[in-house]
Every structure is written in C-alpha cells, then in structure tokens.
C-alpha cells in the first residue's frame, strides 16, 4: 500500500467538525494481501482472524508501534460482498497485568485519522492509563492508507473557502451553489462506489470491527471532535460492547440537521471565542496587538474584512491566490480553534492593514487534499439529505449575517451536499440513552468548532448514561490539549479506575 504522508500545516483550524484539520499520519499500515481478515456480519463486525502485526511505515514514531490492515465489508448490509481495508495501529499495554483491554482513539474531522495517535497523544496519557489499555488508532473507511477514495475535484474546490461555504460579499450563494454542483459531479464520476458508503454509521460499525478483530468483548475509546459523533453512535448501536468511552469536544447530534447543526455551531462558537482574541489582541506589550480596546478588535476586523471584499490583495501560493475578506474570516475561524494560533490572525489583520501580506503558508500534498475532501464530503452529505433550493439558504445566509457579522452567513450556507448526486441509503444516527452508564463527556466552555451549546445537546441525548465535565478554558479539544489540569484529572481517573463523577460538574 502506498504511504500518504500527511503535512502537518493546516488544511483545517482543528479536528472539528464539517471538513475539520486533518492531523499528520505518521504511519502507514500493511497491504490486506499482508492479513488474512474478513467481515461476515449483517448488523455488526463478525469476528476476525488474527491481525498481521508489522512495523509501521513513516517518521517519528514510537518504535513499540505496530500496523496491520483488517478486511470489512464495504456495505454492511451485503457481507458477503466486496471488502475494503482499514488500517489500525497499536502500542501494547505498557503493564500485561495490569491491562484491561483496548482503547479507541476516534479520530476528529470528518477526514482525520489516527493512526500516529498511539505515538503521539497517546503518549501524553498518564502511566496508568497506558498501564491499561492497548492504544489503537485507525484511518477510516475511504481515508489513506485504508481504500482510498478521491473525487478529483479542481484545484480551485480545493482552497479552505470553496470547502467552507463563504457566501459572496452581498449574501448571494450563486457561487456557492454551482461550486457544490461541480464538487458532486466530480464525486459522482470519480469517486467509485465506496463514495456511497462512508458515513458516520458505517464508521461506528467498523469501529465494531476493529473491536471484534482485536479480540475484545468490550472496547474503550476515547473520540474527539467529530470522533465524539462517531463515539455515540457506537456506543448507540453496540451498548453492550462498550467499556469507558470518552467523548470530548461534543458534536450536536441532532438527528434531523446531522451535520448541517454542527455547521451552524460556528456562530456560537466564533461569538464565544472572538471576545478572548480580542482582549488578547488589544493587550499591551503583545507584539501583535492589533487595536488598544477587544471593542476596537472587533470593529477593525469587520471593517478590514469589508474592505478587503471590495478590494483584495495579491497573496502568492495562496489557493485563491488572493486575499479577500472571506480568505481573512477563515483565518479567524481557523486560529480561533487554539489560543496558540491567535497570533497568525494577529500578525494578517496588520500585514492587511498596510496593504503587504507574510507569504502563504505551504499547501499540503494535492493527493491529501482530494483525499481529505473526498471523505469529507461523502461524510456529511451520507448522513442527512440537505435542502436542493438555493431560495433555503439565501434565507439562512442574511438571517445569519444580520445577527452573527463575524460568520458573514458562511454557517447557513450550502456546501456540496445541496448538490449532492445520491441520497442517503439510511436514515442520520439518533444517539439515544439506551444502555450502560459508562460515558465521559469533557467540553471547553468556550470551544469555535463544537460549542458547548452543542455539547449540552449530546449530553441531553445521552441522558442517564452520561456524565459531562465542563472545562472553563478556551480552544477545541480539551483532555490533555486546550483544557486544564482539573479536567485532565477527571478524564485520566476515569480512563485508570472507571470512577465518574456522580453528576456533571465544572472545572474552574
């Protein structure tokens, strides 16, 4: 199988939701000629035979790290039919007796995967937790090295604000619409039939897989991000082959809207976060500061963005290479996801403000673009059929730049899925309470991609199952990343001991 490398500039702000960052693969697993797996099931994974363990292909690696590539069915209602790969890798338990079976890391996007989890953030867990479990990462069903799928979009459908749907400078979604008609025909003619079976219920059911292939009767995990919608959904379908699952920086699971919901959080989520850029951006003696009050911030960046739709500047190696106000909303968007990255919008809003721009950051390889978006897009619009009429989100787009100026409308907009050329073959993941009570829920308070608005939705839907930590911090992600040390505690003990708070709590 051919290695992807996976660049580790941004191709999104984070592994969000809704064609979120895709972070680095750093390995590549065996050829399933290398395994002798198959899937034979009609409603869940069927057991597996042994995986083939070998070294990992890719740089920086843990050397205890293993991959292996297991076999399942591509349409799980036809089982006997045609098998796609799935790549997983592995770090063992660093303590046999103290092991007490595998943990999932679920990666966020759709488009991400974890596959250099188990040595990267799985690393950053504390030595019981890896004492513990097994920690295994994968690249989902149409994600590289797995069978991979591309549409072989053009180029200009490739730039983050063809994918995110900016609407033009006075509201109109024409453009919007006939960029979806040429990324769905483009997914229709060379996409291949697996296009049509990657979704989020078909993702919990390889998680399933992976669970059965490993011999676990019950499988921890540990979702981020979009990964928190696959989590639930798994632990939805296969209550009862669920250990400790956490789920972390929460999608809306709303069963009607899907991904459409997890779109329109970005105006919460923006509206949450932008005051803490702001105080950041007009304090004094920040080399960035951009303005001397958060209240000039705001107002400068408005203003900047307007100006910069009227007249935008030439920014080489930019795909469009310009910047235009919709290029600068997406900067904000993108460094909003983590207050590191506050100083990359800072250091724009200057630079734009003289009329000359820092060079455009490197594009990451064409073959992980098409890739990324080409699951992406088959995610989101699998899941839920989205409105056909341009008239639905002409209406979504000016109700929501009327309230939400910082978005410009782009949350209501149409992305490819209003022009998307098959409909769903079931129905969208209703994530229900039915089942054991063994699930952690850790949510920033304020959070750009899945606000904790959204989470409140899961944890409404979970019900007496779960349990939620919200963490007073800033930034997407919270355990062990952007959250804080009372928090990483409550999840680390729970991953260790199983011990929960009795009732949902918050970590000051």
């Not at 004094?284 to 001397?292: C, F, I, K, M, S």
């Not at 409909?423 to 308070?445: C, I």
Request: hydrophobic letters at 35%; one cysteine or more; proline letters at 9%.
């Amino acid at each position: 199988m051919k290695q992807i490398t996976k660049n580790a500039t941004l191709i999104a702000a984070a592994c969000g939701v809704v064609f979120g960052v895709v972070t680095p693969l750093t390995a590549s697993a065996t050829s399933s000629s290398d395994t002798s797996s198959s899937a034979s099931s009609s409603s869940a994974a069927a057991t597996q035979s042994p995986l083939k363990w070998t070294e990992c292909e890719g740089e920086g690696l843990d050397p205890r790290q293993q991959c292996a590539t297991l076999a399942v069915p591509m349409d799980y209602a036809d089982p006997g039919g045609r098998k796609i790969d799935i790549a997983v890798s592995r770090i063992p338990s660093e303590k046999p007796s103290a092991r007490r079976g595998a943990l999932l890391m679920i990666p966020g996007g759709p488009g991400g995967d974890s596959l250099g989890d188990p040595s990267d953030k799985g690393q950053r867990l504390p030595q019981k937790v890896r004492d513990t479990y097994d920690l295994i990462g994968f690249a989902p069903r149409g994600n590289a090295p797995s069978t991979p799928v591309s549409c072989e979009v053009e180029h200009r459908d490739l730039a983050r604000t063809a994918l995110r749907p900016w609407p033009a400078p006075d509201g109109s979604v024409t453009e919007n619409m006939a960029t979806a008609r040429r990324i769905s025909d483009a997914c229709a003619r060379n996409g291949g039939e697996l296009m049509r079976h990657i979704s989020t219920k078909n993702n919990a059911r390889d998680v399933d897989s992976i669970r059965a292939a490993f011999g676990e009767r019950k499988l921890s995990a540990w979702g981020d991000s979009y990964g928190t919608y696959i989590g639930a959904t798994f632990a939805t379908l296969f209550p009862h082959r669920t250990d400790r699952i956490v789920l972390d920086s929460n999608d809306n699971p709303d069963p009607v809207r899907a991904e459409r919901a997890f779109l329109e959080a970005f105006e919460a989520g923006v509206e949450d976060n932008f005051p803490v850029f702001a105080k950041w951006a007009s304090r004094p003696g920040n080399p960035d500061r951009v303005a001397r009050t958060p209240a000039e911030v705001r107002s400068r960046f408005l203003a900047l963005a307007a100006r910069l739709d009227r007249e935008p500047l030439p920014w080489p190696g930019a795909n469009p290479a310009e910047l235009d106000g919709n290029g600068l909303r997406q900067t904000m968007l993108d460094s909003l996801y983590d207050p590191d990255d506050y100083p990359v919008l800072a250091k724009l809003m200057r630079a734009a403000g003289k009329g000359t721009l820092p060079p455009a950051p490197p594009n990451p390889p064409q073959a992980l673009l098409q890739n990324y978006t080409a699951v992406g897009a088959a995610t989101i619009c699998n899941d839920a059929a989205w409105p056909r009429s341009a008239a639905v989100y002409e209406k979504g787009v000016a109700e929501s730049r009327a309230k939400y100026p910082l978005t410009a409308g782009m949350p209501r907009n149409a992305m490819v899925c209003a022009a998307w050329s098959w409909l769903p073959k079931e129905a969208p993941p209703r994530v229900t309470d039915r089942g054991p009570s063994n699930v952690l829920l850790v949510q920033n308070e304020r959070d750009v991609a899945t606000p904790l608005s959204g989470a409140r939705k899961m944890r409404e839907a979970l019900g007496r199952r779960a349990v939620m930590v919200t963490v007073n911090s800033t930034g997407h992600g919270a355990y062990l990343d952007n959250g804080n040390a009372c928090g990483d505690a409550t999840v680390s003990r729970f991953l260790a001991t199983g011990e929960r708070p009795a009732r949902d709590t918050y970590c000051e």
